[in-house]
């Protein structure tokens, strides 16, 4: 089996739980190329690992079709593209009832990241993750930063001397002075978490957890959250100079982790977004499957 990264194997296990709740539920598996892409994966991995990543859909399946009796009546399902996550659909996989009514999953392997967002100097954050542009002072505080990553073409990030202190802090004391004066607590959580709920379904080694994100109160298994009124705090995590801290009310906490995507140097920083703290009604449940 070839050197498959990460990202791979989260199509695969995509695949292969979209695969097996075809089977299982006895509907049609929509062809596009969100699933070509995904097939193609899964098939790179060795009979044993495909039989890995079948049973541990084939329990998850079976558990939700237990709690969420609407599956039984679904009549075909739809594999989207990461594009969706972008547009606040953070849904891997939609199951369908009818034409109104749908059930989505978001399937993770080995993680739990929200997102992967991206900074730079053209980026608007602000209007895409919560509905207010970006000020001026924001503007005008990070332009010198990626006026700078724009100028060494062809450098690696490794070339770099201290990038955490002039890079990585002044982009992010500019965003989270911008969190404080404008963000909308609810929108933001809406575009980390999306628009619609979902059940996640994570497969570790040997262990399957299924969680409940039952924000909007569709969902027949898990308890209804409360989207966050206010954010309480913002600030860089303790000892770090690459994580911004994000609490909530109503128990949710966030990281947002920045990092250099790629080797070379490019005027574009990434997120690592991940949900650190969660409402304690929060309804979760795992399965050994190995």
């Not at 990030?157 to 202190?165: A, Q, R, T, Y």
């Not at 690459?242 to 005027?267: C, K, L, Y």
Request: charged share 25%; proline share 4%.
């Amino acid at each position: 089996m070839p050197n498959i990264k990460p990202t791979q194997s989260g199509k695969a296990w995509e695949y292969g739980l979209a695969r097996k709740c075809a089977n299982i539920l006895q509907i049609r598996l929509t062809q596009n190329s969100a699933r070509d892409k995904a097939q193609c994966l899964y098939n790179q991995f060795s009979p044993a690992e495909q039989r890995k990543i079948d049973k541990a859909a084939e329990q998850a399946i079976h558990f939700l079709c237990h709690y969420d009796k609407r599956l039984k009546n679904a009549q075909h399902m739809t594999m989207q593209s990461d594009a969706r996550g972008r547009c606040g659909d953070v849904r891997d996989i939609l199951v369908a009832m009818n034409s109104s009514e749908t059930i989505g999953i978001s399937a993770k392997h080995r993680h739990k990241a929200l997102k992967h967002s991206r900074l730079s100097e053209k980026i608007d954050f602000g209007k895409e993750w919560y509905g207010v542009q970006c000020s001026q002072n924001y503007w005008q505080a990070i332009e010198p930063v990626f006026k700078k990553l724009r100028e060494p073409l062809g450098q690696k990030w490794s070339d770099l001397s201290d990038k955490e202190n002039s890079v990585y802090i002044p982009i992010l004391q500019a965003f989270i002075r911008e969190v404080k004066e404008y963000a909308v607590a609810a929108e933001m959580m809406k575009y980390l978490l999306g628009k619609n709920d979902f059940y996640k379904i994570i497969k570790e080694n040997g262990n399957i957890s299924i969680q409940s994100f039952n924000m909007y109160n569709t969902l027949k298994w898990g308890k209804r959250l409360n989207l966050p009124s206010r954010i309480i705090e913002t600030a860089l995590k303790p000892n770090s100079k690459n994580t911004v801290f994000m609490v909530f009310d109503e128990g949710w906490q966030v990281s947002f982790r920045i990092h250099n995507a790629r080797t070379a140097i490019e005027p574009s920083l990434k997120f690592d977004i991940n949900l650190k703290g969660h409402p304690n009604k929060l309804t979760s449940h795992s399965i050994p499957y190995g």
